[in-house]
Antibody
Framework: QVQLVESGGGVVPPGRSLRLSCIAS????????MHWVRQSPGKGLEWVAI????????NYADSVKGRFTISRDNSKNTLYLQMNSLRPEDAAVYFC??????????????????WGRGTTVAVSS | QSGLTQPPSASGTPGQRVTISCSGS????????VYWYQHLPGTAPKLLIY???QRPSGVPDRFSGSKSGASASLAISGLRSEDEAGYFC???????????FGGGTKLTVL
């Protein structure tokens, strides 16, 4: 069945970097946009970044702009999130999510349908 | 970023009907579509409602969504014990140029 599996989380000191990956299966990965969304302990969900199906359009939440980079390799069915200059407030469970293709959004850019289980990032010295 | 506003908790007894609200603004809910998800800790969130009131295949018709102005609601009728979970709403935000989410509502089936 359609599946997204995140990996790459861990414990890092403030100021260091981490790269998250999300491997997609059982759907045409190159047909839709992809998102990263995070949930900090005890808090609600926060959208982090979005990338179009071809990788040409990217956008970021203000809280991560200039520090995080979203990218994708459609030949490997893989989404990435490069996180630099990590701060304690970046600690969260990071989810990747597939863009929802529907009658009014044929490229699946705006909303999400399938999510992964998440990978946990902790930022601590 | 400012999120959508949901009550932190809701409850009901088996068979009852419960509603969960989601409040936003003219930059998100009022002018864009609303999605609803169900989430159990440690699992992948599951899409319940898209485009305000549409159910993906496989989602029971006990779940329904509605929107009015800058607010939306998720209704669950014929409440079952397996409905005990977290529920969150989402909408595209024109100011953010990205989706904004509700804080989530934990539903308890008494």
């Amino acid at each position: 069945q359609v599946q997204l599996v995140e990996s790459g989380g861990g414990v890092v000191p403030p100021g260091r970097s981490l790269r998250l990956s999300c491997i997609a299966s059982e759907f045409t990965f190159s047909s839709c946009g992809m998102h990263w969304v995070r949930q900090s302990p005890g808090k609600g969900l926060e959208w982090v970044a979005i990338i179009s199906k071809d990788g040409n359009i990217k956008n970021y939440a203000d809280s991560v702009k200039g520090r995080f980079t979203i990218s994708r390799d459609n030949s490997k069915n893989t989404l990435y999130l490069q996180m630099n200059s990590l701060r304690p407030e970046d600690a969260a469970v990071y989810f990747c999510a597939r863009g929802h293709i529907n009658s009014w959004d044929s490229e699946g850019y705006y909303y999400t349908d399938v999510w992964g289980r998440g990978t946990t990032v902790a930022v601590s010295s | 970023q400012s999120g959508l506003t949901q009550p932190p908790s809701a409850s009901g007894t088996p068979g009852q009907r419960v509603t969960i609200s989601c409040s936003g603004s003219n930059s998100n809910i009022e002018n864009n579509l609303v999605y609803w998800y169900q989430h159990l800790p440690g699992t992948a969130p599951k899409l319940l409602i898209y485009s305000n009131n549409q159910r993906p295949s496989g989602v029971p018709d006990r779940f329904s969504g509605s929107k009015s102005g800058a607010s939306a609601s998720l209704a669950i009728s014929g409440l079952r014990s397996e409905d005990e979970a977290g529920y969150f709403c989402a909408a595209w935000d024109d100011s953010l140029s990205g989706p904004v989410f509700g804080g989530g509502t934990k539903l308890t089936v008494l």
